[in-house]
């Protein structure tokens, strides 16, 4: 692997570590700032399906295809930072709706998987592309093992206005990692892409492939999960008295355990077809929720349950990536893989939005951990026809 390429790897992970690590940090925001504004847990899961959405629009993606991802990086960098800060001044559900909702929400889109997985994609060998894609996004998981326990523990330091514009500061230095990102993509001219077909013709390809629309199917059922936990575990847990501390726990070994999973899955995604291993993850985590349901919610199953979950977590993320790549070649990896992340964020935005939803119409979580699981086992399924070969004309 080229020094370019690996430089590209690191700057990746470390971008990843602190933009996914804050993201994964919202729940521990729901209860403070839903007593603060005085709503109930709904209005703060809506502001988080609105980012959520917005989080998967493909331009970020399409943008970084056609321009190169250095500016699309910074220009995220800035909008994520300002999002926080003006979230730490919000007294109106206007101000949680505009900061955490669409500032977050589009900054997101421009720093994280979509835009930085296709620039790694382009500077990595094939048969290397999984391993890469799984440390990347172990990276991601390594930043909420790191970042969560320190957020809480400002949380319970100073106030959680404070909190946010520390954080502010530090999602704010992304900007600088991305100056190191190239600032054009590789020329259709370039002889290791001569001869692949338009954006337009390729996506034309895409829309007709039903793996291609197999893998946005599951992808949906992966945001759902992934959002609702991530939100709504901690108050879950608070729910049934156990202390701040151990939510924040949980969030953080979810992210420690998906450290292994992102990068085993990936290593195993360079020797085995990716779609038996993305089946056999969405089946795992379907066995793991129904087994957390039934036993006694204590601090010990808790943590069991996190890092159960967390070392499925986002193991789909190498997985699914590094199956666009393998069918459409990683010239328009960013701008194709955005289309199937954005069928991930609108099950991230029902989620999200639904645990809110329910819990404030019934007082309970139950239905939704009960919707997660029928998902789970769909998933499961819809993921063994895909046609996974080499698309014709296409450069690995």
């Not at 690191?10 to 729901?30: E, P």
């Not at 909190?163 to 530090?170: G, S």
């Amino acid at each position: 692997m080229s020094s370019r390429a690996k430089l590209i790897i690191l700057v990746s992970s470390v971008t990843v570590a602190i933009g996914m690590g804050a993201r994964q940090s919202f729940g521990l925001f729901l209860q403070p700032i839903s007593d603060a504004l005085s709503t109930g847990r709904e209005t703060f899961s809506l502001a988080m399906a609105i980012q959520n959405i917005l989080f998967g629009l493909p331009l970020a993606g399409i943008l970084a295809d056609k321009i190169g991802p250095r500016w699309v990086v910074v220009a995220g960098a800035a909008i994520y930072a300002a999002g926080f800060a003006l979230l730490s001044f919000a007294t109106s559900t206007t101000s949680l709706y505009v900061g955490l909702g669409g500032m977050v929400g589009l900054a997101l889109s421009a720093t994280s998987y979509v835009v930085i997985l296709g620039a790694v994609g382009q500077v990595v060998p094939a048969e290397r592309r999984g391993s890469a894609f799984g440390m990347v996004t172990a990276a991601g998981s390594f930043g909420t093992f790191a970042i969560i326990p320190g957020i809480q523990w400002l949380l319970d330091t100073v106030a959680w206005q404070t909190t946010l514009l520390y954080v502010a500061v530090a999602v704010g230095a992304i900007a600088l990692l991305g100056l190191s990102y190239p600032t054009r993509p590789p020329s259709p001219s370039d002889p290791a892409h001569e001869g692949e077909a338009s954006f337009l013709a390729v996506l034309d390809r895409a829309r007709r492939h039903s793996g291609y629309l197999l893998l946005n199917a599951g992808f949906f059922v992966c945001g759902f999960h992934v959002a609702f936990i991530a939100t709504h575990l901690p108050s879950f847990l608070a729910d049934h008295g156990l202390p701040t501390m151990v939510a924040a726990t949980a969030l953080s070994l979810i992210g420690l355990a998906n450290m292994v999973g992102s990068y085993l899955f990936g290593r195993l995604g360079d020797r085995y077809r990716k779609k038996y291993l993305l089946s056999f993850l969405y089946f795992t985590r379907a066995t793991v929720i129904s087994s957390f349901l039934v036993v006694p919610v204590t601090n010990t199953t808790a943590l069991l349950f996190a890092v159960l979950i967390g070392f499925l977590w986002l193991a789909t993320v190498p997985l699914t990536s590094g199956t666009v790549a393998q069918i459409f070649g990683p010239r328009h990896l960013s701008s194709l893989y955005g289309f199937v992340f954005f069928s991930h964020q609108v099950g991230s935005f029902l989620g999200v939005w639904l645990g809110g939803r329910i819990y404030d119409a019934t007082g309970s979580y139950d239905p939704v951990w009960i919707g997660a699981i029928v998902l789970g086992v769909a998933a499961a399924i819809v993921h063994l026809p895909i046609r996974d070969e080499k698309l014709e004309g296409v450069t690995a």
